[in-house]
């Protein structure tokens, strides 16, 4: 698991790791309770039981409290080894759906997506707090399946990169869209035909010079 990015740090005091994740808790389950229009940082203070100044000097607006909040969620999902390419991708799509079904999660996410589209600080903070530290899971995947011998070596590093963010998208994309737009089951019947769409793809593209 790659490390936690943590909020803009500042002089003073030590971090606690115990308020921060007091706060993150408190957040979550104000948004759930609330939704993001009537969130507060002065509600959030107040559930995690600290001042509001030590919300802000952690944090600069609800917008990087959010994403936070969101992002711990998303740290939790991993990559076993569980013996092939498929295998691991299935098993890492059935988490990704479950914790979207976590109600903090479903409209911790939705709301900082739609608050995104009129503020690009808040999604160039979803990008790096979030999107970019889940690339994590492709990169383990495939280097994994090169040393099973189920993917080829790498040739050009550019173009792996490019893969990895395009693998990512699709995934990503896919299962958010099922889960959260169309509101259809993500299932394991549906996750096995999906892994066998993205593979026959992967095949295709590992034979395109």
Do not use: Y
């Given at each position: ?5 943590s909020?803009r740090s500042r002089?003073g005091r030590p971090r606690?790791v115990?308020a921060d ?7 979550r389950a104000a948004?759930v ?9 002065g509600?959030v203070a107040?559930?995690?039981?600290v001042a509001?100044?030590?919300?802000y000097?952690?944090?600069a607006?609800?917008?990087?409290l959010v ?14 080894d569980?013996?092939?390419l498929q295998?691991d991708?299935?098993?890492?799509v059935?988490q990704?759906a479950?914790l979207?079904?976590?109600?903090e999660?479903?409209t911790?996410l ?11 600080p ?13 690339k994590r899971?492709?990169?383990e ?7 099973r011998?189920?993917?080829?070596a790498d040739?050009?590093?550019a173009?792996?990169?490019?893969t990895d963010?395009?693998?990512?998208d699709v995934i ?6 099922r889960?959260?737009?169309s509101?259809?089951?993500v ?5 096995k035909?999906f892994?066998a769409l993205?593979l026959?793809g992967l095949s295709a593209a590992?034979?395109?010079?």
């Open positions: 698991m790659c490390s936690r990015t909020p002089t606690s115990e994740a007091a706060i993150l808790d408190a957040t948004l309770e609330l939704g993001w229009s009537k969130l507060t940082m509600d107040g559930r995690a039981g509001k100044t030590t919300l000097r952690r944090w607006s609800k917008n990087e994403v936070d909040a969101v992002a711990v969620l998303f740290d939790e999902l991993e990559l076993p569980l013996g092939s295998a991708i299935e098993n890492v059935l990704f479950a979207l079904q976590r109600p999660t479903k911790a939705m709301a900082v997506v739609a608050e995104s589209t009129r503020d690009e808040l999604r160039e903070r979803i990008r790096t707090s979030i999107v970019d530290r889940q899971l492709v990169l995947g495939r280097q994994r399946a090169q040393e011998g189920e993917l080829p040739r050009d590093p173009s792996v990169d490019r963010d395009l693998i990512f990503a994309g896919a299962v958010v869209h889960a959260l737009v509101a259809e089951p299932d394991e019947a549906w996750v035909r892994t993205l026959g590992a034979a395109t010079p």
